[in-house]
Antibody, heavy 117, light 106 residues
Framework: EVQLVETGGGLVQPGRSLKLSCVASGFTFNNYWMSWTRQAPGKGLEWVASITNSGGSTYYPDSVKGRFTISRDNAQNTLYLQMNSLRSEDTATYYC??????????WGQGVMVTVSS | DIQMTQSPASLSASLGETVTIECRASEDIYNGLAWYQQKPGKSPQLLIYNANSLHTGVPSRFSGSGSGTQYSLKINSLQSEDVASYFCQQYYNYNTFGAGTKLELK
């Protein structure tokens, strides 16, 4: 059974940093691209970052480029999202997802990040 | 950037009814379109990919169609467990989601 378990969320002040982790199990982690997608409270979905299966290439939308960094440790079956210079508009539930040819075929349960003073 | 316009924003339907949700892309996305269902308090789940391919385990009352810039999700014989929000996503050029459709029972 595929499992994606996100941790690391919480309350953080604007301008500070936070690092999310996602431990994967139930599939061959190093065969798949992975992504982070977020959802602000009561709002829609926004893709945040993607990484190739080797970790050699990463992709971001303009809204987080230069502030967020996605990475992975294939030996530990773990995906990361380093978030710097956080803003109030980054407040959301962050989901770890398996990316299959562009779409997201499995999602974690999500972790809440609140950016507020 | 490709924009996705999803309609309607909300929908009320009766059990057994057929429901259709639509998404329009700002340019041709060549069937790079997925649909997701999100029940209250839960993570989104993939329903349809490549515009019309049913994801593993998804009931056959769900179907997707469309091409070019116009796509739709149809739910036949609406069941109570289908009450949820539905989102489309284009993945032809990076990723963009529609704003969502909230489906309720009448």
């Amino acid at each position: 059974e595929v499992q994606l378990v996100e941790t690391g969320g919480g309350l953080v002040q604007p301008g500070r940093s936070l690092k999310l982790s996602c431990v994967a199990s139930g599939f061959t982690f190093n065969n798949y691209w992975m992504s982070w997608t977020r959802q602000a409270p009561g709002k829609g979905l926004e893709w945040v970052a993607s990484i190739t299966n080797s970790g050699g290439s990463t992709y971001y939308p303009d809204s987080v480029k230069g502030r967020f960094t996605i990475s992975r440790d294939n030996a530990q079956n773990t995906l990361y999202l380093q978030m710097n210079s956080l803003r109030s508009e980054d407040t959301a539930t962050y989901y770890c997802t398996i990316m299959a040819l562009g779409y997201f075929d499995y999602w974690g349960q999500g972790v809440m990040v609140t950016v507020s003073s | 950037d490709i924009q996705m316009t999803q309609s309607p924003a909300s929908l009320s339907a009766s059990l057994g009814e057929t429901v259709t949700i639509e998404c329009r892309a700002s340019e041709d996305i060549y069937n790079g379109l997925a649909w997701y269902q999100q029940k209250p308090g839960k993570s989104p789940q993939l329903l349809i990919y490549n515009a019309n391919s049913l994801h593993t385990g998804v009931p056959s009352r769900f179907s997707g169609s469309g091409s070019g810039t116009q796509y739709s999700l149809k739910i036949n014989s609406l069941q109570s467990e289908d009450v949820a929000s539905y989102f489309c996503q284009q993945y032809y050029n990076y990723n963009t989601f529609g704003a969502g459709t909230k489906l309720e029972l009448k």
